[in-house]
C-alpha cells in the first residue's frame, strides 16, 4: 500500500502537509513468481499434460486487471537449454497445455 501526503511553497516558506490519502495507491510491476505447475491426467506414455494456477490479485498480477499470457517452457535430460513451447511469441491464457510426443526414458522439466 502507498499512500500521499502533499504541501506547496511560495515565497513565503512551505504550508503543513494535507492529511493522507484514503484509498490505496499501486505501485505497477511484473507478475509475482508462479507457483510450480502440476502434472494433470491426460498424462499418458507419451504426452503429458501441465496445470499451473492462475494470477489473479492485484499484488500478483503486477497491478494490473489481468495476466495477457503465461509462458511455459520445457527442458528434457538431453538438452540444458530451456525451450519455450507456448506464450513466449503469441499469448496464451489458458492454465493447462498438453505436451505431446515425449520419449520414454527421457526426463522432461516444465515450468511456467
Known amino acids: 500500500m502507498v499512500q500521499f501526503r502533499a504541501r506547496a511553497h ?9 492529511q493522507a490519502n484514503v484509498g490505496n495507491a499501486f505501485v505497477l510491476s511484473v507478475p509475482a513468481k508462479m507457483p510450480a505447475p502440476t502434472e494433470g491426467n491426460a498424462t499418458s506414455f507419451d504426452q503429458v499434460q501441465v496445470n499451473w494456477q492462475s494470477l489473479s490479485t492485484l499484488v500478483e498480477t503486477g ?7 503465461y509462458n511455459l517452457q520445457m527442458r528434457s535430460s538431453s538438452t540444458a537449454a530451456w525451450v519455450s513451447i507456448i ?3 503469441t499469448p496464451y491464457t489458458l492454465l493447462t497445455f498438453t505436451k505431446t510426443g515425449l520419449t520414454q526414458g527421457v526426463d522432461y522439466q516444465f515450468r511456467i
Open 87 to 89: 506464450g513466449g511469441v
Open 10 to 18: 511560495n515565497k513565503n516558506g512551505w504550508g503543513a502537509y494535507s
Open 63 to 69: 497491478g494490473t486487471f489481468s495476466i495477457t499470457s
